[in-house]
């Protein structure tokens, strides 16, 4: 028994219903990864290439966010995106779970290189001001984790990677987990208003500073920027 058990089984079980509900892109494969902070400098990670209906707690590693070993299976390795997720913790006092996917409508928007702007005002304040893109990189790659780092200034909670996936940021795994929910909401949404060739209306100006001057305080509260 270690301080991290209880971290391992949710994180498992986050996993087994994101797998099950499609946002990994299918339910047999490794795609995505899921973790959260752990006390002090460390973050519990999902391994790399092992299906999610095959994985115990035992197989979720515990890093410093350094990435240096504190407790994992000699036969697995810890997910290749442990730098990104990494970076996210060390950069954003307020997260304290982050959601990697391959979900479908988000993805339309990896693919469309577009960002999705505030739309409903419920989602907004949940994700912030705009879904933004973060540039390509390969995956696993110094360039992706970079990437990353350059977008988290502007303290929203979900992300979409070009020709990759999405992030979903939270205080806890549940509003990470709903926060990737809300992305996949407001991404099929308007697709499906684009579809029309019709404008789309977004909300006012006014709402958007809002949004934003809320979504910067709570991170402020939460420790201030960059750890």
Same mark, same amino acid.
């Given at each position: 028994?270690?301080?991290? %058990?209880?971290?391992?089984?949710?994180?498992?079980?986050?996993?087994?219903?994101? $797998?099950?509900?499609?946002?990994?892109?299918?339910?047999?494969?490794?795609?995505?990864?899921? $973790?959260?902070?752990?006390? !002090? +400098?460390?973050?519990?990670?999902?391994?790399?290439?092992?299906?999610?209906?095959?994985? $115990?707690? &035992? %197989?979720?590693?515990?890093?410093?966010?350094?990435?240096?070993?504190?407790?994992?299976?000699?036969?697995?390795?810890?997910?290749?995106?442990?730098?990104?997720?990494?970076?996210?913790?060390?950069?954003?006092?307020?997260? &304290? +779970?982050?959601?990697?996917?391959?979900?479908?409508?988000?993805?339309?928007?990896?693919?469309?290189?577009?960002?999705?702007?505030?739309?409903?005002?419920?989602?907004?304040?949940?994700?912030?001001?705009?879904?933004?893109?973060?540039?390509?990189?390969?995956?696993?790659?110094?360039?992706?984790?970079? &990437?990353?780092?350059?977008?988290?200034?502007?303290?929203?909670?979900?992300?979409?990677?070009?020709?990759?996936?999405?992030?979903?940021?939270?205080?806890?795994?549940?509003?990470?987990?709903?926060?990737?929910?809300?992305?996949?909401?407001?991404?099929?949404?308007?697709?499906?208003?684009?579809?029309?060739?019709?404008?789309?209306?977004?909300?006012?100006?006014?709402?958007?500073?809002?949004?934003?001057?809320?979504?910067?305080?709570?991170?402020?509260?939460? !420790?201030? !920027?960059? +750890?």
């Amino acid at each position: 028994m270690t301080q991290y %058990d209880q971290s391992k089984k949710d994180v498992l079980a986050a996993c087994l219903w994101l $797998s099950e509900h499609g946002y990994f892109g299918s339910q047999r494969g490794s795609g995505g990864n899921v $973790s959260v902070r752990g006390d !002090g +400098a460390a973050m519990v990670i999902t391994p790399s290439s092992l299906p999610y209906h095959q994985m $115990s707690p &035992n %197989d979720l590693f515990v890093l410093g966010l350094d990435l240096a070993m504190i407790e994992g299976q000699s036969s697995l390795k810890p997910s290749v995106e442990a730098g990104m997720h990494s970076v996210i913790y060390r950069h954003r006092p307020d997260v &304290n +779970a982050v959601v990697h996917t391959h979900q479908t409508f988000g993805s339309v928007f990896a693919l469309l290189n577009a960002p999705i702007p505030a739309l409903f005002d419920e989602v907004a304040f949940a994700l912030g001001s705009m879904v933004e893109i973060i540039p390509y990189a390969l995956s696993g790659s110094q360039e992706l984790v970079n &990437n990353v780092e350059t977008k988290l200034a502007n303290h929203a909670n979900a992300y979409v990677i070009q020709n990759h996936g999405i992030l979903a940021l939270g205080k806890n795994l549940e509003k990470a987990i709903l926060h990737a929910e809300l992305l996949e909401k407001i991404a099929q949404v308007y697709c499906l208003a684009l579809s029309t060739g019709k404008p789309v209306s977004q909300l006012p100006q006014a709402v958007v500073d809002l949004v934003k001057a809320m979504r910067d305080h709570e991170v402020k509260q939460a !420790g201030g !920027g960059k +750890a």
